[in-house]
């Protein structure tokens, strides 16, 4: 089994930056796709990036150019740099992975076997 934990939420203003990291155990991340995904209240788990076992990222098109995912298999841990952050960025941000998981199922949510528990991010002046 793998455990992930989230770490970094917190509060920052408009034009911020916050530096999410997610942490494994019991298992190496290496063989592992990583996404994040966010939810914000009354809304549905939204793709915001993955990294594949490769190294390739994908983000969704409204934090391209302002977040960059990265892994460390060193350390066994994926962070999510979030940079010139905005008010609709808000919400509770959560890390998956998933060692078996197809190209064309990384930006979906149900496709990914493990997860933390999230960490809130807020943005707010």
């Known amino acids: 089994q793998m455990q992930l934990v989230e770490s970094g939420g917190g509060l920052a203003e408009p034009g911020g930056s916050l530096r999410l990291s997610c942490s494994a155990s019991?298992?190496?991340?290496?063989?592992?796709?990583v996404g994040w995904f966010r939810q914000a209240p009354g809304k549905d788990r939204e793709f915001v990036a993955t990294?594949?076992?490769?190294?390739?990222?994908l983000y969704v098109d409204s934090v391209k150019g302002r977040f960059t995912i990265s892994r460390d298999n060193a350390t066994n841990v994926v962070s999510l740099q979030m940079n010139s952050l905005q008010t609709e960025d808000t919400a509770v941000y959560y890390c998956?992975?998933?060692?078996?998981?197809?190209?064309?199922?990384?930006?979906?949510?149900?496709?990914?076997?493990?997860w933390g528990q999230g960490t809130q991010v807020t943005v707010s002046s």
């Open positions: 990294i594949r076992r490769d190294g390739i990222s």
């Open positions: 998956a992975a998933d060692a078996r998981i197809i190209a064309s199922e990384l930006r979906n949510h149900r496709a990914y076997d493990y």
């Open positions: 019991g298992r190496t991340l290496r063989g592992y796709a």
